[in-house]
C-alpha cells in the first residue's frame, strides 16, 4: 500500500486525482497540467513535496562528516546557506541529487528523492566518518509555494523579512503561525519557497497559504506541472535523467563537483579520469521539430543507427513546442545537430538546442 503524506486528506478534498509515486498516494494533477503548469509561471501554485526525504548530521564533525560525503563544498558556505550536490558512486555515477542545508557546521540537512530516501540512508550511514546520520524524514512535511507572486504571499503571512534570504538562502521562522524552515529553493525555474513544518501542522499551512493566497490567483499544484515546469527548466529527475550508470559530467552538471574539496568526495577520482580522457557522451536538450512528443525511453537515432536515448520529454506549455533531452555522443551534441527520435515506429527529426528551453528574463 503506497504511504500517505500529512496532505492526503486535503489533495482529496480539493479532488487531486491520485497516483502511486515513488510508493506514495500523490496528486499527479487537480484540474488540468497546462492550467497548473501556467498558473506557476504566472502567478503562484503549491506543492505537496512532503514526501522527499530528510537525513541529518548533528553535533562536533557534522560538517566534515557530510561535506566528504557529496560532491559540493559545505565548507565555502555561510550558515543559512543551501547547495546542490550529488551522491556518487566510485565510478562517479549518481547514487542521488540533493539539496545540503548548513545550518552551523554542527548541523547539516540533506534533503534526498523520495524514490531514494532509504537507499540514500544506508548509503550515508555504511560511509560517514565521524557523526552518524538520522532518518529525520518522519519530522518533516515539505510544501513548495512557486511563481512570480510566491514571494509576496509568504511575506504576508511571516513576520521575517524574507528580503536578506536570497536564492538557495534559508531562515528559520513562524508561517501564518507555524514554525518553519523557510528555504528559497525551488524545482520549477520560478522564484519561490520550500516550507519545512511538522507533520501535524501541514494541513494548516496548506490551507493558509490557499485563502491568503485566494487573490494571487493560487493554485494547488500536482507532479505532472511539477514535471513539465522542471523539463523547460532542463532540471534533472534522478532515475531518468541521472542514474547510477551516467557521470556527473556527462550529465552537465560538473559544476557541481568541487574536484579541488579538501578532504575530498566518492566518485572524485572517477570524475578527474574522466575529464583527463574526454568526456564520450553528453546530456543535451533537443526541440521536436517534425510531429510528436519524445518520451523517457525514446531511441535517438543518426542515419537510423540508434545513437541514445530521450530521457526526458514533453510538450511544453510556456515554450509551445514538443521539447526533450537525453544522451547521445559527444560528437553529435553540438548545438544545431540534427538527429531523429522514434515515435511509435516513425523516425520524427529532432535538432540539438541550448537549454534551459524557457528564457528566464
Not at 503548469?37 to 503562484?44: F, I, L, P
Not at 580522457?277 to 542515419?303: C, F, M, N, Q, W
Amino acid at each position: 500500500m503506497a504511504r500517505q503524506t500529512p496532505l492526503n486528506a486535503v489533495h482529496r478534498e480539493l479532488g487531486g486525482r491520485m497516483v502511486d509515486f515513488a510508493g506514495w498516494d500523490m496528486p499527479v494533477q487537480y484540474s488540468s497540467i497546462i492550467g497548473e503548469h501556467e498558473t506557476v509561471r504566472t502567478a503562484v501554485g503549491l506543492f505537496d513535496v512532503s514526501h522527499m526525504g530528510e537525513i541529518e548530521f548533528s553535533g562536533p564533525g557534522a560538517l566534515e562528516t557530510a561535506n566528504k560525503l557529496i560532491t559540493n563544498d559545505l565548507s565555502k558556505c555561510a550558515d543559512g546557506q543551501a547547495l546542490y550536490a550529488g551522491l556518487l558512486n566510485d565510478a562517479g555515477g549518481f547514487v542521488d541529487d540533493v539539496v545540503a542545508y548548513r545550518f552551523s557546521p554542527e548541523r547539516i540537512l540533506i534533503v534526498v528523492n523520495a524514490s531514494n530516501k532509504d537507499k540514500d540512508f544506508a548509503w550515508m550511514r555504511a560511509r560517514a566518518e565521524g557523526v552518524p546520520p538520522v532518518d529525520r524524514s518522519d519530522d518533516y512535511a515539505q510544501i513548495a509555494v512557486q511563481g512570480p507572486k510566491a514571494v509576496g504571499l509568504v511575506q504576508r503571512l511571516t513576520p521575517v523579512d524574507l528580503t536578506p534570504v536570497g536564492t538557495y538562502r534559508f531562515t528559520e521562522g513562524p508561517v501564518a503561525g507555524i514554525a518553519c524552515i523557510i528555504s528559497r529553493t525551488g524545482y520549477t525555474g520560478e522564484d519561490g519557497f520550500e516550507l519545512y513544518c511538522a507533520p501535524g501542522d501541514a494541513a494548516a499551512l496548506w490551507r493558509a497559504l490557499l485563502k491568503e493566497g485566494a487573490a494571487d490567483g493560487v493554485k494547488p499544484c500536482g507532479l505532472g506541472a511539477r514535471d513539465s515546469l522542471r523539463v523547460e527548466m532542463k532540471y534533472a529527475l534522478y532515475g531518468n535523467d541521472i542514474d547510477e550508470t551516467h557521470t556527473a559530467l556527462e550529465a552537465g552538471l560538473g559544476w557541481i563537483c568541487k574536484l579541488d574539496k579538501a578532504g575530498g568526495f566518492i566518485g572524485r577520482d572517477a570524475l578527474v579520469k574522466q575529464k583527463a580522457e574526454g568526456v564520450k557522451r553528453k546530456l543535451v536538450g533537443l526541440e521536436v521539430t517534425g510531429s510528436g512528443i519524445a518520451r523517457h525511453g525514446y531511441p535517438l537515432l543518426k542515419d537510423g543507427q540508434r545513437v541514445g536515448e530521450v530521457t526526458s520529454g514533453t510538450q511544453g506549455p510556456s515554450v509551445k513546442k514538443p521539447i526533450a533531452f537525453g544522451y547521445v555522443p559527444v560528437e553529435l551534441a553540438a548545438e544545431g545537430a540534427m538527429l531523429d527520435v522514434e515515435i511509435r515506429g516513425r523516425a520524427v527529426p529532432v535538432v540539438v538546442v541550448k537549454t534551459p528551453f524557457l528564457k528566464k528574463k
